[in-house]
Structures are given as structure tokens and as C-alpha cells.
């Protein structure tokens, strides 16, 4: 695939993942629109490289959406590739988690990328869909259970798109191990708020799996995935004319596929041994 002047849609671009893709996307010549929430982050990325037009988008906002998708078709008739990277965590014991909480989850992570997608489907035709999901799509990690279901949810769902559209448009989805981003701090900023919130016994009851679930957060943040491994497996798929569904990045991603294939009482025998070994 030619990237001369091909155009990249990424939601999701100020920080992690999205902000390097766009930013060695625009290196190697591409047109890219790269969504962001605040003006700081829109100035930043264009600053950096004149490749890179900022766009506004909140994609649990449909309002912002179609703003979005109006001032992008003002300046392109095609976009090749849409890289859905917009994602939070939302980890807690699904005991305690709020419904406000796990909808927020899915709105984002999938109900989002759908939106995003199906609104820029007419332009997309013969391009890539590149859906950024991660090893916790497998189902097997307890306490971030929302994050996972929600990938596995996009997952399945855009799977579907693949094999339905008429438009010869290719959907790939790219599982990571934990990566370096700031969404481990995020993620357990927003558990440990939550956890304030519960009554004493509450907190007495998953004190620990608190204390667990923020030190692999900092683990990741040390020893995680280089984001740049990503975002070459990124623009290996845009090349490719013809790609794989599916990408593990990191031989933990790997890994973890396998484990799941494992019947599912031994998976659950095999995770409750290594919790209790933790407390």
C-alpha cells in the first residue's frame, strides 16, 4: 500500500498509542486527523508536524461526532485507514462497580468506535478499520473484567462488520500486552476514588486486590510494552493489501491467547491460586 498522501483518522491522539501513531504517520508522509478532547493537546500535535491536523472528538459524544466528521469531509473525500484508539479502565470488583461506571466503560471502548466508525463508513470504502483492543479481550483477568468485556464486545462486533460490509473494507484488531500509557494511572486514580466511596466492610473485603490491581498498574508503567512496538505493528497492517484479523503484540498477548483456550474451571482454578498467593 502506497502511503503517499493516504489519510489516517485516530481517535484517541493525545496521549499513548494514538499520539505516536500519528506522530510517525506523519513522518512517513500521511494525512492525518488526529482526535483529541482539548485545544492544548490539538496545538501540540500540530505543531509538531504539519501532516497532522487536530480534530475534536469525543466519541461518546454524537454531537461531537458529526462535527467531527463535517470538518474532516471539508478536507478529504477518502479516508484509507480509521484507527479506533480511544479507550479507558474502569477496574473494580463487579460486587461493588456502579452501573454508571460499566456503561461509561462500553461507551467509550466500544459503543464509541462503533459510532465513529459506522459515520465515516461511506469514505472508508476499500480501507482499513485498525481496532486497538488488548490481551484483556481474552476474559481472563479478574477485577478489570469491564475493560475486558468491553474489547472483547468491540472485538466480536467489529469481526462482524468484517465479514458483513460490501465495501471490500479490511478490519484488523490489535492486542497488545500492557503497555507504557497513561491509562494504568488513570484507570487506578479512578479505583482507588471508587473504593473511598464504599463502607467499611466493602473495603475491608477487596483492601487487597486494591493494593494488587495498583501495583501491576505501576509494574506497567515500568516494565510495560514500548508503545512503539504498537505503533510499527500499526503501520505494518496500513501496508499490507491484504492483513491478518488479528494481531497479538508482545509474547504476554501471545501467551495469554493461549491460556485461553484452556477449559474454562481450570483457567478459574488456575487465577484463584495465584490471587491467593498475592494476599
Do not use: H
Not at 516494565?223 to 484479523?245: A, E, F, R, S, Y
Not at 477449559?263 to 494476599?279: A, D, E, F, G
Amino acid at each position: 500500500m502506497n502511503n503517499k498522501r493516504k489519510t489516517v483518522l485516530i481517535t484517541g491522539a493525545s496521549s499513548g498509542i494514538g499520539r505516536e501513531t500519528a506522530l510517525k504517520l506523519a513522518k512517513l508522509d500521511y494525512k492525518v486527523f488526529a482526535g483529541v478532547r482539548k485545544k492544548i493537546d490539538k496545538d501540540e500535535l500540530e505543531k509538531l508536524n504539519k501532516n497532522i491536523t487536530g480534530v475534536y472528538l469525543d466519541v461518546t459524544n454524537p454531537g461531537g461526532i458529526e462535527k467531527a466528521f463535517w470538518f474532516i469531509i471539508k478536507k478529504t473525500d477518502k479516508i484509507d485507514v480509521l484507527i479506533n484508539n480511544a479507550g479507558i479502565v474502569n477496574a473494580s470488583p463487579i460486587e461493588y462497580i456502579s452501573i454508571k461506571s460499566l456503561k461509561e466503560q462500553f461507551d467509550v471502548n466500544t459503543f464509541g468506535a462503533i459510532a465513529v466508525a459506522q459515520k465515516f463508513l461511506p469514505f472508508l470504502k476499500g480501507g482499513k478499520i485498525i481496532n486497538i483492543s488488548s490481551m484483556a479481550a481474552t476474559g481472563v483477568f479478574p477485577f478489570i473484567s469491564p475493560y475486558c468485556a468491553s474489547k472483547r464486545a468491540l472485538d466480536i462486533l467489529f469481526n462482524s462488520l468484517l465479514i458483513e460490509n460490501k465495501d471490500n473494507i479490511k478490519v484488523v484488531s490489535v492486542k497488545p500486552a500492557s503497555i507504557k500509557t497513561p491509562i494504568w494511572n488513570k484507570s487506578i486514580n479512578k479505583a482507588k476514588k471508587q473504593f473511598e466511596s464504599l463502607n467499611i466492610s466493602a473495603k475491608d473485603k477487596y483492601k487487597t486486590e486494591l493494593k494488587i490491581m495498583e501495583e501491576s498498574a505501576l509494574e506497567n508503567n515500568i516494565k510495560g510494552l514500548d508503545p512503539n512496538k504498537v505503533v510499527n505493528t500499526i503501520i505494518k497492517i496500513i501496508q499490507t493489501d491484504n492483513p491478518k484479523p488479528t494481531y497479538n503484540v508482545g509474547y504476554k498477548s501471545s501467551l495469554v491467547q493461549l491460556f485461553s483456550i484452556l477449559p474454562l474451571w481450570l483457567i478459574n482454578k488456575i487465577i484463584k491460586i495465584k490471587l491467593k498467593k498475592s494476599n
